[in-house]
């Protein structure tokens, strides 16, 4: 054993920070399921156990990824053929989850999002795209349209049943773009437009009578809307979730002693961030975890600057754009700072398809590290022919 993990290489910081999730991940997912396991007549240790097993898929996932050369996921792009049929299946015939139609069931028993896998899929295309284009990178026809097309279909598949991972989907092709040098003006004109629209949506949405919003995904959009904009009609979740953050002020009440985990819905997953904050404090608890993930991203972009190959470079930034993001999309939705929805946060809260699918991507991110830094010196590389906008000095 010892010899086998002086072979695993890639950036110590992101091992560790993945090992720490791990422990808040376990501690707080057996803690939140006891009512989970009542309502299925099981147990917590089971429910714990099952998540277990996950955690050893998505490590088993990490280090053979990291092994891989991060070249050869370039065909992954490949997937996209698959990916759009996959989406629109799961949008008609999928198994509900959290009243959406999310996922697939496998052989009646494995469940699988495909929706994780766009993330992944469509991180990888991009990241193809920008570095074998920057020739024509700020054209609008070649450069601009080829980059934000697969990700609004993808998006556009998933909107009725999942609007924050559509709107997660979004906002980092939007990112990659960005650095990649894509044209300002063109970000900047679909950001105006895209706002522009969101916001026209929900004050219609905010307007329209109950009784027309009777059938579909709307009525619950809308009742999110007006519980976030409204101060006197405050949504159950975020009253629970509410209660459970000042229960656990700064210090926490213990492990194990939190409250309102009984009583959120989704505690296990969906608001996995407030159990941490009622039982280890917004200290030990909620800020540490914020550092985790902000640490994360740091690290990315550490990979990013000292690597040789464009490709892996974005390769790197973009699945650490994209596994912060959604952690901090969780985060807001708990604290307060966002509309009610259903994100979990990647490698803490439960669930099997995330957790595979961040630590696939954790896994590449270790391989970008692992090949393609340059070690030798601590300058940082000069790319020919792509000077992205953002560096770590």
Request: aromatic share 14%; hydrophobic share 50%; net charge positive.
């Amino acid at each position: 054993m010892t010899a086998y993990l002086k072979n695993i290489k890639g950036d110590k910081w992101i091992w560790g920070i993945i090992v720490c999730l791990a422990a808040f991940s376990c501690l707080a997912v057996y803690s939140s399921t006891f009512t989970l396991a009542f309502n299925d007549k099981s147990t917590a240790e089971m429910l714990l156990a099952e998540h277990l097993i996950h955690w050893i898929i998505a490590i088993v996932a990490m280090v053979v990824a990291h092994f891989i050369h991060f070249r050869h996921y370039v065909w992954l792009v490949f997937l996209l053929a698959v990916l759009y049929p996959l989406l629109i299946y799961t949008s008609f015939f999928g198994a509900e989850l959290n009243d959406a139609q999310r996922s697939i069931r496998l052989m009646g028993i494995v469940s699988f999002q495909p929706a994780d896998l766009a993330k992944l899929v469509l991180v990888v295309y991009m990241a193809y795209y920008i570095s074998n284009n920057q020739n024509v990178i700020k054209d609008f026809f070649r450069g601009f349209i080829p980059l934000l097309l697969p990700s609004l279909l993808a998006a556009f598949m998933i909107v009725s049943e999942d609007l924050s991972t559509a709107t997660l989907i979004v906002g980092i092709s939007v990112l990659m773009m960005f650095i990649g040098r894509v044209a300002l003006k063109y970000i900047a004109g679909f950001v105006s437009l895209s706002v522009g629209f969101l916001l026209l949506g929900a004050v219609i949405l905010y307007n329209t009578p109950d009784e027309l919003l009777s059938s579909g995904r709307t009525a619950t959009w809308k009742s999110r809307i007006v519980s976030f904009v409204d101060a006197d009609v405050q949504s159950f979740q975020a009253y629970e979730a509410e209660k459970a953050i000042i229960n656990g002020g700064f210090t926490g009440l213990g492990p194990g002693q939190g409250v309102q985990k009984n009583y959120l819905p989704h505690p296990y997953s969906d608001y996995i961030y407030v159990v941490i904050i009622e039982e280890y404090g917004i200290i030990a608890g909620g800020l540490f975890v914020l550092f985790l993930f902000l640490l994360l991203f740091y690290r990315t972009m550490v990979i990013f600057t000292y690597t040789k190959n464009n490709f892996g470079a974005l390769l790197a930034v973009g699945l650490g754009l994209s596994l912060v993001c959604q952690a901090l999309m969780n985060m807001m939705v708990n604290v307060g700072l966002g509309p009610v929805t259903g994100i979990p946060m990647p490698f803490v809260s439960m669930g099997g398809t995330s957790l595979a699918f961040s630590g696939l991507s954790v896994g590449i991110i270790q391989s970008v590290s692992r090949y393609g830094r340059q070690r030798k010196t601590k300058q940082r590389i000069i790319r020919k022919n792509f000077n992205p906008r953002i560096a770590v000095s």
